[in-house]
């Protein structure tokens, strides 16, 4: 039987029992509204550890002024028919005050430098230091061996290995690979924003992405492949924020480098912003 629990008391109780019973543990942070690039993280999840916790925590500080927290899909029943179903043996779900005891604006915060700066960072000044304030807070309440993070939100897995690594925190971090919908669009609870006529729209993103990583094969300039990605993404009724490639590892401008490379793209169509990304596989 799946728990729902709503206390960091109640999450760290069953997490001793666990422990005393030899029992490894994962954790799948989320903000809810899961769809199946969400379940496959649970399942991910469940070859790595004989438990899995999934977090749904909707982070008001990894939010800006003007973005989406309000108005962010909450589906906590479906959500919990859904995890019940895939395995998932706890559902941690605080309140803000249970995870900000101090509140947001006076609470400690963890700020990761370097692989926060661009791209996202730049577009949304704060939001990797309310994700990597939200996730610390979430491995220290659990402690898992491990935690699962998808590949869609690329530069947050980034963020997050840096993150560990730099605090010393014993929790493996698995990257999970992105899934997509049948004509490419990568699954997002932002989806939802989108008309039946948008959403199909939305899969010139993964084939701009998989143009991009044609063009670099073909040994085409970096910057005249960005350069057609963002005219691409214009001429399909998109606003692109960047299509760009970068060094997978740290995120810098790869120079004359052309392995280990990924295409990483965010637009908005109409009023709803999505993010995407393709590794070049060398
Ligand atoms: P979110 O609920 O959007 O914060 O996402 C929770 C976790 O699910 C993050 O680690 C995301 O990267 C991951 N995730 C979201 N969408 C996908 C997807 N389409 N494929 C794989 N992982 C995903």
């Known amino acids: 039987m799946m728990q729902t629990v709503a206390t960091v008391a109640g999450v760290r109780a069953q997490?001793?029992?666990?422990?005393?019973?030899g029992e490894s543990i994962a954790l799948v942070p989320t903000m809810g509204n899961l769809h199946a690039g969400h379940y496959s993280l649970v399942n991910l999840a469940q070859q790595h550890a004989r438990r899995v916790v999934v977090?749904?925590?909707?982070?008001p500080t990894q939010f800006g002024p003007r973005e989406d927290f309000n108005?962010?899909?909450?589906?906590?029943?479906q959500d919990c028919k859904g995890l019940a179903e895939h395995g998932c043996d706890l559902v941690f779900v605080p309140t803000a005050a249970e995870m900000y005891p101090f509140g947001t604006a006076s609470g400690v915060r963890i700020e990761v430098p370097v692989v926060s700066e661009p791209l996202e960072g730049a577009l949304?000044?704060?939001?990797?230091?309310?994700?990597?304030?939200?996730?610390?807070?979430?491995?220290?309440?659990?402690?898992?061996?491990?935690?699962v993070f998808g590949r869609k939100d690329y530069?947050?897995?980034?963020?997050?290995?840096?993150?560990?690594?730099?605090?010393?925190?014993?929790?493996?971090?698995?990257?999970?690979?992105?899934?997509?919908e049948a004509h490419g669009l990568a699954m997002s609870s932002r989806n939802q924003y989108l008309t039946a006529e948008q959403r199909s729209e939305a899969g010139?993103?993964?084939?701009?992405?998989?143009?991009?990583?044609?063009?670099?094969?073909?040994?085409?300039?970096?910057?005249?492949?960005?350069?057609?990605?963002?005219?691409a993404l214009r001429a399909g009724?998109?606003?692109?924020?960047?299509?760009?490639?970068?060094?997978?590892?740290?995120?810098?401008?790869?120079?004359?480098r052309r392995s280990g490379l990924i295409a990483l793209i965010a637009a908005r169509l109409g009023t709803t912003r999505l993010i995407d990304n393709l590794a070049f596989a060398d």
């Not at 977090?55 to 982070?59: A, D, G």
């Not at 949304?124 to 939200?134: D, E, I, K, Y």
């Not at 009724?237 to 004359?256: K, N, Q, S």
Request: hydrophobic share 45%; proline share 7%; glycine share 6%.
């Open 15 to 21: 997490m001793s029992a666990w422990r005393t019973a």
């Open 55 to 59: 977090s749904i925590f909707v982070n």
């Open 71 to 77: 108005s962010y899909p909450r589906t906590l029943e």
């Open 124 to 147: 949304r000044p704060g939001h990797f230091a309310g994700v990597a304030t939200v996730v610390s807070k979430l491995l220290q309440i659990v402690r898992p061996d491990v935690a």
């Open 155 to 180: 530069q947050q897995l980034l963020v997050i290995q840096r993150l560990v690594e730099d605090m010393r925190i014993p929790t493996e971090i698995i990257a999970a690979p992105i899934e997509r």
């Open 204 to 231: 010139l993103i993964y084939q701009t992405l998989r143009a991009m990583r044609e063009d670099c094969r073909a040994g085409k300039p970096i910057a005249a492949i960005e350069e057609g990605a963002l005219q």
């Open 237 to 256: 009724g998109f606003a692109p924020d960047y299509a760009t490639i970068r060094c997978a590892e740290d995120l810098a401008e790869p120079g004359e």
